[in-house]
Structures are given as C-alpha cells and as structure tokens.
C-alpha cells in the first residue's frame, strides 16, 4: 500500500513536471505533496478513537479518493492563485486515488464519488 510519503512524493514530482521554471516555487510544490497526501485524512478518526468517523464521508478511500474531491480542491486553488496551478493541485490530488487502485487492499476506491 502507498504511504503517504510515497502519495507526496507523487504530488511533488506532478508540480515539478507540470509546472513551468517561473511558478514552479518552493511553496507549490509543497503544497501539491501535501495535497496529493490530503485524501487519507478521511482516516483520522482512528487516532482518536472514532473508526466510524470515516463512515460520513463514504468510508476509508470514499470521497476524498473521488475525482470530484479533486476537482474541488483544484478550483479552489485556481480561484486564488490561477488555473495552470489549480489543474497541477487537481492533478496531485487525484493521483492518491489511483495509487490506491493498484492495490488489492479495501473495498476500492469511490473515483466517481
């Protein structure tokens, strides 16, 4: 199963492929990596003893793993700071989803969530 290490790891490298050298800033390409590792805070009720939590967004890989999800945090991005860097975040973002799909772990993944 992909960490979340390897989920930024991902998010880095989309922002530095997609990116052109004038915006591809430190703090961007951060933020891709933390959004690419963004999907799996649906998870976090287990550090607090509250495995249901998760149950209201659709469960474990439900849908923050969407494509929506993603397409959401892109235009929110887009609308702040423009649309070559809302679609890199979108990009990132979706890419956790489908590193979950490679594995054979869970129910699968919500994409159309």
Avoid: E
Avoid at 3 to 8: D, I, K, Q, V, Y
Avoid at 9 to 22: C, E, Q, S
Avoid at 34 to 45: E, H, K, M, Q, V
């Amino acid at each position: 199963m992909p960490s979340s290490f390897s989920h930024a790891a991902v998010g880095f490298t989309v922002a530095y492929v997609a990116l052109p050298r004038p915006k591809r800033t430190t703090g961007m390409l951060w933020a891709a990596a933390c959004c690419a590792a963004l999907p799996d805070l649906d998870n976090i009720g287990v550090l607090f003893g509250h495995p249901d939590l998760a149950d209201y967004l659709g469960g474990h890989r439900g849908f923050t793993h969407s494509f929506f999800f993603a397409a959401l945090l892109g235009l929110l991005v887009a609308y702040r700071a423009g649309a070559l860097k809302g679609v890199v975040i979108a990009a990132a973002t979706a890419s956790h989803g489908l590193l979950d799909a490679f594995t054979t772990q869970g129910p699968g993944i919500a994409f159309l969530s």
